[in-house]
């Protein structure tokens, strides 16, 4: 927005060649005289412009021609009333006399746009003929392009870059005429214009050529899988060809799962592929396309393969063939067979010498209350370790007698028993124990040698006697009462303890 600029007179050809995104322009209030033919070459989102109460005398058609402008305000100019500016009169039509836009006549006056009227001012015209041109490739072609307007217009062609040969031949100054020598195929729908154009404006004609042509395959590749199977080509022919697919010679049967798609159509080609949905292997083979008009064929062939042979040729006559081994389903079943044996040699091992273990199988001391069973297990490891010193022989004896039920329940203290006992232990006691059995030994393994630790300070004759005889359910209350007497007796008088 530029507006009070008296020293603002002119746009030259590289003012505004920064700003590529410019869209709206505002001049007003200035002294901006000139602005050059090629201001907005490098402005082309151009769309609105402003040029109110300046000094512009003259504008040329040929500043805007590359925008697409919506509005051009041009009130409150000294336009001069010539066949320079008849040109804002056609463009603006209505619109001048909406915006006030007057211009200057020779004398001073001033009158509205809208009525200018000058002589031998009138818009070119063009005419092309022939209209249209549909030749067979390899033709030639006479193109001649007609003019009218006051001043006489200036006739330019305009071409598409073409591969076909072409000589241009001024006749006057109304008329040219250009002649194409050898038409090639790569030319078909190229665009041909005549343009004329003077002071007051510009006009043009043009057509596009409809050159004939055999088919050409240009591009037939091998097979990839998207969401559908798809081998791809490219065709080029005028008329558009009829295509045709072969696997193995033999015509393919398109349907549901098989069928030729067109993506895309430029000037000339025609791109597609032929859609598989889910092929198997009996879809691998030599694919052969066909693409035919009446101006000739072409053909391509591609291998295409999809999935490999389960086993064997389904289309032969011999015996089956035996399936290829899944060599990793045999390394994972020989695996988990491995992983087994081992397991049940461990399992072997630890049965066997997992008595002597902590972490071996021990017998159940306390099959009704597992709560009870595991205070008693830690009172008796206190009771072993006070009465360990004062352990007398015969003790071992009557151990043995026990019931095998009270024996498993005595297992683990009896273990710890025997570990903490062996200062105090009197001759005869090994040649009993080496009598038990190797079951018995384990399962009273570890519960003796927690109940030797705390008893063996203040064992006396008869302790075990008595234990004996209690039933397995008043053994269990015992062992907690036991467990705290034993922590507190520090005397032994008449072979009786006393808290």
């Not at 002597?356 to 099959?367: A, D, M, R, T, V």
């Not at 570890?446 to 004996?468: A, I, M, V, Y």
Request: charged share 25%.
């Amino acid at each position: 927005y530029i507006a009070n600029q008296s020293g603002f007179s002119s746009i030259n050809d590289k003012d505004l060649h920064l700003y590529k995104n410019l869209r709206n322009l505002t001049v007003t209030n200035s002294r901006l005289t000139y602005v050059s033919r090629l201001a907005f070459q490098n402005n082309l989102k151009l769309q609105y412009l402003n040029f109110k109460d300046n000094n512009l005398s003259s504008l040329s058609w040929r500043i805007f021609r590359h925008l697409n402008m919506s509005d051009l305000i041009l009130s409150g100019n000294p336009l001069r009333c010539s066949c320079d500016n008849m040109w804002m009169k056609l463009r603006l039509a209505e619109e001048a006399d909406a915006q006030e836009v007057r211009c200057l006549e020779d004398g001073g006056a001033r009158k509205p746009l809208s009525r200018l009227g000058v002589p031998n001012c009138v818009l070119p015209m063009a005419t092309l003929s022939p209209s249209k041109v549909t030749v067979r490739e390899g033709a030639n072609v006479e193109l001649t392009c007609n003019s009218s307007g006051m001043p006489s217009p200036e006739l330019i062609w305009n071409m598409s870059p073409l591969v076909t040969n072409y000589v241009e031949i001024q006749t006057s100054g109304q008329m040219t005429l250009l002649r194409l020598s050898n038409l090639s195929s790569l030319d078909h729908n190229s665009k041909i214009s005549c343009t004329a154009e003077n002071i007051v404006g510009e006009k043009e004609s043009s057509l596009l050529l409809d050159i004939l042509f055999s088919p050409n395959i240009t591009k037939l590749s091998d097979a990839f899988s998207d969401h559908h199977w798809c081998i791809p080509f490219s065709v080029a022919g005028n008329p558009r060809p009829v295509l045709q697919w072969l696997l193995n010679n033999e015509v393919v049967k398109e349907g549901e799962y098989i069928v030729t798609r067109i993506h895309d159509v430029t000037d000339r080609e025609y791109h597609g592929c032929l859609q598989l949905d889910s092929p198997t292997h009996l879809n691998n083979g030599l694919y052969t396309l066909l693409a035919t008009n009446e101006y000739g064929t072409d053909r391509k062939e591609v291998d295409a393969h999809f999935m490999t042979e389960p086993w064997g040729d389904p289309t032969t006559d011999g015996p089956p063939q035996n399936p290829p081994e899944d060599r990793v389903a045999v390394y994972v079943v020989v695996g988990i067979a491995a992983v087994a044996f081992t397991g049940f040699l461990l399992m072997l091992v630890i049965l066997k010498f997992g008595g002597n273990s902590k972490f071996g199988i021990k017998g159940y001391l306390c099959p009704q209350r597992l709560s009870s069973c595991t205070k008693t297990q830690k009172k008796g490891h206190k009771e072993q370790k006070t009465s360990s010193r004062t352990k007398l022989p015969g003790t071992e004896d009557k151990q043995q007698n026990q019931t095998p039920r009270n024996r498993r329940q005595a297992a683990e203290p009896n273990s710890q028993e025997q570990k903490t006992s062996s200062r105090t232990k009197l001759p005869g006691t090994e040649d009993k124990q080496q009598d038990q059995t190797l079951r018995n030994r384990r399962q009273t393994a570890e519960p003796n040698s927690q109940e030797q630790k705390t008893s063996s300070r203040t064992k006396l004759p008869g302790t075990e006697d008595k234990q004996q005889n209690q039933t397995p359910r008043n053994r269990r209350p015992a062992a907690e009462l036991n467990s705290k007497e034993q922590k507190t007796s520090s005397r032994i008088i008449g072979g009786h303890r006393w808290v």
